[in-house]
């Protein structure tokens, strides 16, 4: 079973990378399911971060400056679109996709039951993982698959090595 984590500072290329992956792996036949997060910004600056499913397109937000919802910092978590997209998009990759794609897991994610329970069912099933996690809860997720931490200076590197794993695993199913 292949689980990946990368981990990194901010802007390093993390959900860029797994975008890669993920359209790589899309072109051989392979399916990732699951969501991805970004930033939002306004003039430069960070107002908070959407939230995506892979298999669907549904957007929602995920956090945004000033919004009611649990905190972390300065934005307010929006617990319902985290759950109906990102949870949601969660179980159905578990049953209908190759690959669980999560970015990202953090303190924003862990604000939702919900999320953690899913968290749970994709650790505990077999399929494999590629997962974005907060370079805070790293030591949190030790043992549980391999990490990477990203930079700019190997994020290709490590994007490759990524890319050949997945693509070696899903040739020998």
Do not use: C
């Given at each position: 079973m292949v689980?990946?984590?990368?981990?990194?500072?901010?802007?390093?290329?993390?959900?860029?990378?797994?975008l890669?992956?993920?359209?790589?792996?899309?072109?051989?036949?392979i399916?990732?399911?699951?969501?991805i997060?970004q930033?939002?910004?306004?003039?430069?600056r960070?107002v908070?971060?959407?939230i995506?499913a892979?298999?669907?397109?549904?957007?929602?937000?995920?956090?945004w400056?000033?919004a009611p919802?649990?905190k972390?910092?300065?934005?307010?978590?929006?617990?319902a679109?985290?759950?109906?997209?990102?949870?949601?998009?969660?179980?159905?990759a578990?049953?209908?996709?190759?690959?669980?794609?999560?970015?990202?897991?953090?303190?924003?994610?862990?604000?939702?039951?919900?999320?953690?329970?899913?968290?749970?069912?994709v650790?505990?099933?077999?399929?494999?993982?590629?997962a974005?996690?907060h370079?805070?809860w790293?030591?949190?997720?030790?043992?549980?698959?391999?990490?990477?931490?990203?930079?700019?200076?190997?994020?290709?590197?490590?994007?490759?090595?990524?890319?050949?794993?997945?693509?070696l695993?899903?040739?020998?199913?």
């Open positions: 689980r990946i984590f990368i981990s990194g500072n901010p802007g390093v290329g993390k959900t860029t990378l797994v890669k992956v993920v359209e790589a792996l899309k072109e051989r036949g399916s990732a399911g699951g969501f997060t930033e939002v910004r306004e003039r430069g960070r908070g971060f959407k995506r892979l298999d669907t397109g549904e957007e929602g937000i995920l956090a400056e000033g919802g649990p972390i910092g300065k934005y307010g978590v929006n617990i679109d985290l759950n109906e997209i990102g949870v949601r998009a969660m179980y159905r578990l049953k209908e996709a190759d690959l669980v794609v999560i970015d990202e897991i953090g303190a924003m994610e862990f604000k939702s039951k919900a999320f953690s329970r899913a968290l749970e069912e650790l505990k099933s077999k399929k494999p993982l590629l974005v996690l370079r805070r790293v030591k949190r997720f030790e043992g549980y698959g391999e990490l990477y931490f990203l930079s700019i200076g190997n994020r290709e590197q490590i994007g490759e090595e990524v890319m050949k794993r997945f693509t695993l899903f040739e020998h199913r």
